[in-house]
Every structure is written in structure tokens, then in C-alpha cells.
């Protein structure tokens, strides 16, 4: 499993943005896809962002395209999802996942192995 450590939640006021971290550590001698979940109250966690190992290829949920952007850096540890314009319903718990069994980015949070601690995001009105 990879080790993934999230940070830069924090509370925003709507239409203000955001910048997450995700830092991978542990075993980084695998191709590893990674991607972005999110969990609000009372509510399912649901697939926000994914990237594949090599950074060439992102998927986005319906309701953050265009709004968010998910990047790999070249050392491949690290990957950042910027939030623009955001709204109160962005408001969650939000997780970074890893899938060390393969690096295609996938949109099923059954397809990870290993998760973040998760970062609180607040959004307000």
C-alpha cells in the first residue's frame, strides 16, 4: 500500500478557491493512479477526481468539471487538486486515494487500496 497524507482544506467563502495536496510515500515502486473522493454529512462518499500514473489522463465528476484540476508532479508523489468557483455544496470531508494494483485512473472507490486521513473543506454562503 502507499502512505497518502492530504492538506490545504480550510474554509472559503463561495465562488473562492482551493488548493489540495496529496503526498504519497511508502511504496513508490509501483505505477500507482490516484484519485479524489469526498464525503459530506449524512451523505455517500462520492468520486470527485482521478489521475493516471503518468498524469496524461483525468477523469472529473459531473458536478466539479470544469471548475476543478487535478495535476501530477513529475516525481508522480504528489498530486494537487485546484477548486475554482466553489459552491456550499462543495462542502465535505475531502480523501485522496492510491491504487498500487495499477496505474489507469479509475472512478470507483472500490478500485483504491489505500486512503488519506481526509481534509475538511467548508465552503460557505
Known amino acids: 500500500q502507499v502512505r497518502l497524507v492530504e492538506s490545504g482544506g480550510g474554509l472559503v467563502q463561495a465562488e473562492g478557491s482551493l488548493r489540495l495536496s496529496c503526498a504519497a510515500s511508502g511504496r513508490t515502486d509501483v505505477a500507482y493512479a490516484m484519485g479524489w473522493f469526498r464525503q459530506a454529512p449524512g451523505k455517500e462518499r462520492e468520486f470527485v477526481a482521478a489521475i493516471s500514473w503518468s498524469g496524461s489522463r483525468t477523469y472529473y465528476a459531473e458536478s466539479v468539471e470544469g471548475r476543478f484540476t487535478l495535476s501530477r508532479g513529475n516525481t508522480k508523489n504528489t498530486v494537487w487538486l485546484r477548486m475554482n468557483s466553489l459552491r456550499p455544496d462543495d462542502t465535505a470531508v475531502y480523501y485522496c486515494?492510491?491504487?498500487?494494483?495499477?496505474?489507469?485512473?479509475?472512478?470507483?472507490?472500490?478500485?483504491?487500496?489505500?486512503w488519506g486521513q481526509g481534509t475538511q473543506v467548508t465552503v460557505s454562503s
Open positions: 486515494a492510491a491504487d498500487s494494483q495499477g496505474g489507469t485512473a479509475k472512478l470507483d472507490s472500490a478500485d483504491y487500496d489505500s
